[in-house]
């Protein structure tokens, strides 16, 4: 082949050959009849007819199933650390019972807490203060009436519920006062 040399063309060729562009882009024509002998000789393939278009319910249809994957990621991890809690609990105390004074003593505690809250919401208002007054003893006597099914025979139990205000009934007349715990 002979190659070319710019130093043999004159200045005039040399001016019209800088003219020229770098780069052309094929006619539409000469890109299709490439394309077909390429795919003639099986080079390339054509695309399946049923080529994936998007279409808006993908869409839907896409974001509904990350809301779904993604709410049921969250409730499968509130079970398995509400299994976990109750595993730790059960290894930390055994016994039933045991389990039942710890959840006594942690509800006792929000008990507590909860009815500092209430005081304090409730401290301007006088009707506030006795609605949240007759809130904590309803509280009290269902605390107390459990403590008395307890331990039934102990005279501290009993005088729990007289402190606060419930009077045993008399039995007989004119007879000893008895004492009479109702539940």
């Known amino acids: 082949m002979n190659e070319f040399d710019q130093n043999d063309l004159t200045p005039a060729e040399r001016e019209e050959f800088e003219k020229l562009p770098m780069e052309k882009m094929p ?3 000469l890109e299709e009849r490439t394309v077909r002998a390429l795919k003639d000789r ?13 279409h808006p319910w993908m869409g839907i249809a896409a974001a509904a199933a990350s809301i779904a994957l993604f709410v049921s990621g969250m409730l499968v991890g509130q079970m398995m650390g509400t299994k ?3 595993d730790t609990l059960a290894a930390i105390y055994p016994d039933a019972t045991q389990r039942a ?14 009815l500092e809250r209430l005081v304090s919401a409730a401290s301007a208002d006088p009707a506030q203060r006795d609605m ?7 509280a009290f006597w269902a605390a107390a009436e459990e403590i008395v099914r307890l331990a039934p025979d102990d005279p501290m139990a009993a005088r729990i519920l007289q402190e606060f205000g419930r ?9 000893a006062t008895r004492n009479v715990v109702w539940f």
């Open 167 to 175: 009077e045993g009934e008399t039995q007989g007349e004119g007879d």
């Open 42 to 54: 099986e080079l390339i393939r054509s695309a399946p007819k049923h080529a994936a278009r998007f």
């Open 132 to 138: 949240a007054r007759e809130v904590a003893l309803a």
């Open 84 to 86: 976990q809690t109750v």
């Open 101 to 114: 004074a710890a959840m006594v003593q942690a509800t006792g505690s929000e008990h507590a807490a909860a």
């Open 27 to 29: 006619s539409r024509i």
